[in-house]
């Protein structure tokens, strides 16, 4: 079967959803957002809203406004999520070069050795060959001036892990060959290896959602991490075992890590005042009813909130 419904102008989208049943208070401002934000991007922040999906008749009292609202609740969220994910990688990167940098010596990341054997996601020449042409495509001044100053194939560890993404990061903490390098990275987030390994899987996922304006609203994420089942309890506590796959649990991990990143912050807080500002937030990303008894999400003080960012 060939699609064969025709292109809709702007006027004709608000007519079909009125006669679906959804509200224009201000359709001027409506047709201003259609025009800049597409229909069908704004559609998956409808679907919940869908009291009869096959005819995509709304729930009585919809409105356009309140679709808009979920939108730019998601838009500020991914914000939130992004500054989270930036600390995060940045600290992991540090840990990751200091960890091998110490024990195995300023090129550690071109000893074979030193990491997993080829697997279906990972071929450690590829992995340096991938990091060559990040270090040779790198504007960075400290990158130039170590190739200009030394022969040799890719500058040291602390410097060339400032050209990993957090993919690469990801793949490169988790092809560790040795388990106690692994768990000496692991243990400063409080974590298993494998549970860290798990989330920076996942977190990329989502972070490349985010980078790429995708929607995190009311959707099964791609992949899921792997949960802790007994410690730390206080992160046992705070995630949803009951439905792992949605943005709660991400957020819960990134408020964990954040916590151990950086003492103090006032990120959590931050993004519980903006879950608990829009009350649909909750039952689209499956926050938990009693979510902001649950340790990690429980309000520090001002006085207890020394970091500002």
């Avoid at 608000?14 to 957002?33: K, S, W």
Wanted: charged share 20%; hydrophobic share 40%; net charge neutral.
């Amino acid at each position: 079967m060939k699609y064969a419904k025709p292109a809709l102008t702007v006027e004709q989208q608000i007519a079909q959803l009125r006669g679906r049943g959804m509200i224009f208070n201000d359709p001027e401002r409506a047709a201003h957002y259609l025009r800049e934000l597409n229909y069908y991007r704004l559609s998956g922040y409808w679907l919940r809203r869908e009291a009869d999906h096959p005819t995509h008749t709304f729930v009585p009292g919809t409105s356009f406004e309140d679709v808009l609202a979920d939108y730019v609740f998601d838009r500020e969220l991914k914000l939130y999520l992004l500054d989270a994910v930036e600390r995060l990688e940045v600290s992991v990167r540090t840990r990751w070069a200091h960890q091998l940098g110490l024990r195995h010596g300023a090129h550690a990341h071109l000893d074979s050795a030193l990491f997993k054997q080829r697997s279906q996601n990972w071929n450690h020449a590829a992995a340096v060959a991938s990091l060559i042409n990040g270090v040779e495509q790198s504007r960075e001044r400290f990158i130039q001036h170590l190739r200009a100053s030394y022969d040799e194939l890719l500058p040291p560890i602390w410097a060339t892990v400032e050209v990993m993404s957090l993919g690469q990061i990801s793949r490169w903490f988790s092809n560790l060959r040795h388990a106690a390098d692994r768990n000496a990275i692991a243990e400063d987030y409080g974590l298993d290896e494998a549970l860290l390994a798990s989330f920076l899987h996942h977190v990329s996922v989502v972070r490349n959602i985010c980078a790429h304006h995708g929607r995190l609203w009311d959707r099964d994420l791609p992949f899921k991490a792997q949960l802790p089942k007994k410690h730390p309890q206080a992160l046992v506590d705070s995630l949803n075992h009951d439905d792992a796959g949605h943005t709660y649990n991400t957020l819960t991990m990134l408020g964990w890590l954040i916590g151990r990143i950086s003492p103090g912050q006032t990120w959590v807080q931050r993004v519980c005042d903006h879950i608990v500002r829009h009350p649909p937030a909750c039952a689209a990303m499956r926050f938990p009813d009693d979510f902001q008894s649950r340790p990690i999400w429980q309000h520090t003080t001002p006085s207890e909130a020394s970091d500002p960012t």
